[in-house]
Nanobody, 114 residues
Framework: VQLQASGGGLVQAGGSLRPSCAASGRTYIMGWFRQAPGKEREFVAAIRWSGGSTYYADSVKGRFTIPRDNAKNTVYLQMNSLKPDDTAVYYC???????????WGQGTLVTVSS
């Protein structure tokens, strides 16, 4: 499975962005991680295709959602009320393998200016 992420960019604090991630094949769970400069990579959000259960990091609850398009094997990361601390490279992921995600897409940079 290959993951193609796009839709990052530069936005002012308080604004919104909606990057997308398309999978080349069927997956059972997809999500997003991020890594800010000088910080460790962290989980952001995930969604199960079957049933639609969603999972969010506490730092983004109430601001981010992870909608999906079943027909396109695509998930999005709807990011609202963005803060400078949300600045990071965002990575799309799919399918768990143990405690890790098996598939990783290329990152897309999100920069939030104050």
């Amino acid at each position: 499975v290959q993951l193609q992420a796009s839709g990052g960019g530069l936005v002012q604090a308080g604004g919104s962005l909606r990057p997308s991630c398309a999978a080349s094949g069927r997956t059972y769970i997809m999500g997003w991680f991020r890594q800010a400069p000088g910080k460790e990579r962290e989980f952001v959000a995930a969604i199960r295709w079957s049933g639609g259960s969603t999972y969010y990091a506490d730092s983004v609850k109430g601001r981010f959602t992870i909608p999906r398009d079943n027909a396109k094997n695509t998930v999005y990361l709807q990011m609202n009320s963005l803060k400078p601390d949300d600045t990071a490279v965002y990575y799309c992921v799919a399918d768990r393998e143990g405690n890790e995600f098996r598939y990783w897409g290329q990152g897309t940079l999100v920069t939030v200016s104050s």
